[in-house]
């Protein structure tokens, strides 16, 4: 045991960050794996909600460094997206104080729901649609603004909101969009997680566990990204999320 923790809890946090990392940069949805494990070691849904941030402090910082390293970055464009999140992160975030449990699950339900429905329309109808939504590239401001306000009220599933985003209205590759996705999240992570610890809503022993376990799925997961490319990318989303919907009708 350790800080009160036992010893499998912390084994068990640790894979299950370094995987969470994984589908979190591949896609998205990585922390509805992560907060179930959190909520069935004692923690309610706020405190879960908070720990989970310093794990994706970890995972989004650890992507970027690869990314970069591989030179895949525009730092700049990456940072005029991320400021548009910020009003609506820490109105989220203060929200999120009172969440109760079930509420947030449902609100994750009703998310993922709209992501299969999206999924499941058939190629020509998504690829008219994105089609539209491209000729209106302003659009992505004020839904920047969202994505900030969801990033800091639950977190769970805005990767797959920001990778809709980024492809629609911006008509940019998979590469390029997990590119930005990471660094919008990694900024506005920052006041998100203030938010929690200063609402002592954050557990840091096993968040710093699903840290490490973040950085290293992310550093990995990142360049994998790259050299795969879309394709790649493309088979995690449709799995994660099919995993997610199971999980929220307790096939497992």
Do not use: C
Request: charged share 10%.
């Amino acid at each position: 045991m350790l800080f009160g923790i036992e010893y499998e809890f912390l084994i068990l946090l640790f894979f299950v960050g370094g995987f969470s990392a994984f589908i979190n940069v591949m896609s998205g949805g990585g922390s509805a794996l992560v907060l179930p494990i959190l909520i069935m070691m004692g923690m309610d849904a706020n405190t879960a909600n908070g720990t989970n941030r310093i794990a994706i402090f970890a995972l989004t910082l650890s992507a970027i460094m690869s990314m970069r390293k591989q030179e895949v970055s525009d730092f700049r464009f990456s940072m005029k997206m991320s400021l548009f999140t910020l009003p609506g992160v820490i109105l989220g975030a203060y929200f999120a104080q009172d969440i109760s449990t079930e509420a947030f699950k449902d609100i994750l339900a009703w998310v993922i729901l709209m992501i299969i429905i999206f999924m499941i329309l058939p190629d020509k109808l998504k690829s008219f649609l994105i089609k539209k939504l491209s000729i209106y590239p302003k659009f992505i401001y004020p839904i920047m603004i969202f994505v900030g306000f969801y990033g800091g009220f639950v977190q769970v599933g805005v990767g797959f909101i920001l990778m809709l985003a980024l492809q629609s209205f911006l008509n940019l590759n998979l590469v390029n969009v997990n590119m930005h996705k990471v660094f919008i999240v990694f900024i506005y992570t920052i006041p998100a997680l203030i938010m929690f610890i200063a609402y002592d809503n954050v557990e840091y022993v096993p968040g710093f566990v699903l840290a490490i376990g973040n950085w290293i799925g992310g550093w990995w997961s990142a360049s994998l990204s790259i050299r795969k490319g879309d394709k790649f990318i493309k088979i995690f989303l449709v799995i994660s999320l099919l995993l997610m919907s199971l999980k929220m009708l307790d096939v497992f």
